[in-house]
């Protein structure tokens, strides 16, 4: 009698135990965690920009991680998606009247990496360059004119050697 009381005590106490197993943290869970990777707080500190970086999917091949972009409203603490999907965008700023975010890209067929923006109410990024090499870094004149950008040409020249 003792033993099937034992028996069943352990039974009932160690059934919680096996159904709590299932929501452990795993090494595959790694593959699916999303973080925060860029920020940048609008000039007239009303939004803040941000970047997710979301791990690719093992179906979609090599690769880098995606970007997923969204806006933040400082006044409200509502945050909205703003460009999500299979995308990777970068180096995020504001224009300096603060209506657009801006970003860093190689969107589509695109060849080289560009500026693009996005109109803080909402609508598709755009780009505003169309540089002949992908662009490195960028700032935007004060006056919201213009924008500046670095980019470098490879040398090709070694390659042409080493082929002769």
């Not at 920020?39 to 970007?67: K, L, M, Q, W």
């Not at 975010?101 to 803080?120: C, G, P, R, S």
Request: proline letters at 4%; hydrophobic letters at 40%; a neutral charge.
């Amino acid at each position: 009698m003792l033993k099937n009381v034992v028996f069943w005590f352990l039974f009932g106490a160690f059934i919680p135990c096996i159904y709590a197993q299932e929501d452990v943290f795993t090494s595959y869970d790694l593959f699916k965690l999303k973080q925060v990777a860029e920020t940048a707080i609008s000039p007239d500190a009303e939004y803040a920009a941000y970047t997710v970086n979301v791990p690719r999917p093992f179906s979609d091949g090599a690769g880098r991680d995606y970007r997923q972009l969204y806006l933040l409203n400082l006044s409200t603490g509502k945050s909205n998606l703003y460009l999500g999907g299979n995308k990777f965008l970068y180096s995020l700023g504001w224009t300096p009247d603060s209506r657009q975010i801006t970003f860093l890209a190689k969107f589509d067929d695109a060849e080289h990496t560009q500026v693009y923006t996005m109109n803080v109410d909402g609508g598709a990024a755009f780009p505003v360059t169309d540089s002949k090499t992908s662009i490195i870094g960028y700032d935007w004149n004060p006056k919201n004119t213009s924008v500046a950008y670095i980019s470098v040409e490879i040398d090709n020249s070694r390659k042409k050697l080493l082929k002769q």
